[in-house]
């Protein structure tokens, strides 16, 4: 079966640090990935898709930048972290197509 | 482009109350589209789904979702709803021309009381 590790669960960073958010899916190939992140009555804001290695859509110009190193490893990093940063960012994956997306645990980021 | 809007932000209902939470969305070609749920302290997972056929879709403890295209709608129902049902509701699009692309609503919150 399919499951999706994303780490840490946690992290406080002071402002200016850099950051790196990592995501990695089991049982599966070719799987598309999801970063997004998740704000009080704003729902889930998609922030970056990929449907393959080397291949990053961004939908909000911001702080932030994926990549897709492996076929099932999905990147979230920042040079240097704001305070708006702050939030719980989420990964998923899918089977590709127009499925259904799964989701991991999700990491509370803490901009200080 | 490609949206999702879900008009009820915070719903408050007693339990065995009928719930009907909206959602609408904006795009122009064939959607598949989703009902996700989030209990307090767990991750998203999937209530329900529409990819083609009958547009009235049954999903797990008792949900069900109505495609009406005419209306870019996709409604999500319960006719009874019980205390372990309060959690945050999102509907999501994903469109034929932007595969990959798998939008979210503002997300529903619904309180459920005893």
């Known amino acids: 079966s399919q499951t999706i590790h994303q780490w840490p669960a946690t992290l406080v960073q002071p402002v200016g640090s850099p950051l790196s958010l990592e995501c990695t899916v089991e049982g599966t190939s070719n799987p598309n990935l999801y970063w997004y992140r998740q704000a009080a009555g704003r729902g889930l804001q998609l922030l970056f898709y990929?449907?393959?290695?080397?291949?990053i859509s961004s939908e909000v110009p911001q702080n932030l930048s994926a990549s897709r190193p492996q076929d099932r490893q999905f990147i979230l990093s920042s040079k240097k972290l704001l305070l708006s940063d702050s939030g719980f960012y989420l990964c998923a994956w899918s089977p590709g197509g127009l499925s259904e997306a799964f989701f991991g645990q999700g990491t509370r980021l803490t901009v200080v | 482009a490609q949206s999702v809007s879900q008009h009820n932000h915070h719903v408050i209902l007693s339990e065995a109350a009928s719930l009907e939470l909206g959602c609408n969305y904006s795009y122009g070609g064939t959607v598949n589209l989703f009902w996700y749920v989030q209990y307090p302290g767990q991750h998203l997972q999937l209530l329900l789904k529409y990819f083609s056929g009958d547009p009235l879709v049954k999903g797990i403890k008792g949900f069900e979702a109505e495609f009406i295209k005419s209306k870019f709608s996709f409604n999500l129902r319960k006719p009874s709803v019980q205390w372990s049902d309060t959690a945050e509701y999102f509907c999501a699009v994903h469109g034929s021309s932007n595969t990959g692309k798998l939008i979210f609503g503002q997300g529903t919150t619904l309180q459920v009381k005893p």
């Open positions: 990929s449907v393959g290695i080397g291949q």
